[in-house]
């Protein structure tokens, strides 16, 4: 799942490939020839080809390199990351495409997904939505409109994977009450290559933490500046723009803290809601009820800027920082009309390819 240590893992096993032939482990390059290193930290290309953000002819160039790779190495265990590979449309059959280009090399599915409470999970979705600059509904209009979405049902979600892999899954926990060790770590541990990787493992990789949540002021003047429509003037992807506000902030020593959304009665109807498929995804993975297992994070007090009225010098903050990004993409804003037709045209696209299959996916 999107925001559970996916980026810290991929960078450290992307940094170890040079040692990881001799340890028995592929983790394969699948980006098209040529392309930049950073596409191929992890295997979003091929996919999204599987799910059909990309070209037909894409998703079979980047199959026939997987097929490719599995035919030649000499590694009995290739690991393959996406997030997305999480919440896979069933129409697409991606589990079983993936199982079946294994078996034909001899290899046996495994799935590992790291999990945690539905309502982090909601909170990090949010933020990222606003660190991409497309969200400006405050955190409860999100979790109104999202926090029933089977984005979130683990156990309906884990369900094509298990089959496909034939029961062989490993959940970890985000935090795990058993345990007190690093995230990569009990992951590593998880997948049962401590032994092997232990050579090239040092102990910073194993404490590596990248892709840091957005803090309050940051997501505020993300949502102010999707509302002015500066998202559809960034050159590039949209994330760089989230990328400068947190620098921004956190160069001034702002931001310390992640963003809390302030929607406590929200928050405990998603808690409800998911309660029984949580129990039945732990009672398959583990054999033990999920509170015995899933730690929460600390209790703090929510941080939200929109929830509620914005003290003078924390205004003036949240305007400069909206005024550096202006500045930073020489936004020039559009007529109101134009704004208003453009936020109709974006809902309409992201509806219509909910109802036909092919979704404007969003990172959750």
């Known amino acids: 799942m999107p925001r559970t240590g996916s980026t810290s893992f991929q960078e450290v096993l992307a940094r170890l490939r040079p040692g990881l032939d001799a ?14 290193e950073s596409l191929d930290v992890n295997h979003h290309r091929l996919g999204q080809g599987l799910d059909r953000r990309r070209s ?24 393959l990351s996406y997030e997305d590979f999480a919440v896979q449309r069933a129409r697409w059959r991606v589990p079983e495409v993936l199982a079946g280009i294994f078996a034909r090399h001899g290899f046996a599915l495994e799935t590992v997904l790291v999990v945690k409470p539905q309502e982090e999970q909601l909170a990090s979705a949010y933020a990222l ?77 194993l404490e590596y933490r990248t ?18 429509g500066v998202h559809r003037q960034v050159i590039g992807h949209p994330r760089q723009l989230g990328h400068c506000l947190d620098r921004w902030a956190w160069s001034r020593g702002l931001d310390a803290e992640r963003f809390r959304g302030d ?20 009672a398959a993975c583990w054999g033990r009820p999920w509170d015995a297992v899933i730690d929460t994070a600390p209790a703090a007090s929510p941080n939200e800027l929109a929830a509620g009225p914005i003290a003078p010098e924390t205004e003036a903050l949240v305007a400069a920082l909206v005024r550096a990004a202006t500045d930073h993409v020489a936004f020039q804003a559009p007529p109101a009309w134009r704004r208003r037709t453009a936020y109709l045209l974006e809902e309409f696209k992201e509806r219509l390819g909910d109802a036909v299959g092919y979704p404007a996916w969003r990172v959750p």
């Open 56 to 79: 037909e002819a894409e998703r079979r160039a980047g199959l026939a390199r997987l097929d490719a790779i599995l035919g030649a190495t000499r590694a009995d265990t290739l690991i």
């Open 129 to 205: 939505r606003t660190q991409v600059v497309f969200e400006g509904r405050t955190f409860r209009g999100f979790l109104g409109a999202e926090g029933a979405s089977g984005r979130y049902d683990y156990d309906a979600l884990l369900a094509p994977w298990r089959r496909a892999s034939q029961g062989r899954v490993t959940a970890v926990p985000f935090r795990d009450r058993r345990s007190d060790a690093p995230l990569l770590a009990r992951l590593i541990d998880g997948l049962g290559l401590r032994d092997r990787l232990a050579a090239l493992l040092t102990p910073a990789d």
């Open 23 to 36: 340890a028995g482990i592929c983790y394969p390059k699948l980006a098209p020839p040529g392309a930049p």
């Open 211 to 228: 892709n840091r949540s957005a803090g309050p002021l940051a997501v505020e003047a993300a949502c102010r500046l999707y509302r002015l």
């Open 263 to 282: 929607a406590p009665d929200g928050l405990a109807r998603v808690a409800a809601r998911f309660a029984g498929a949580n129990e039945r995804f732990a």
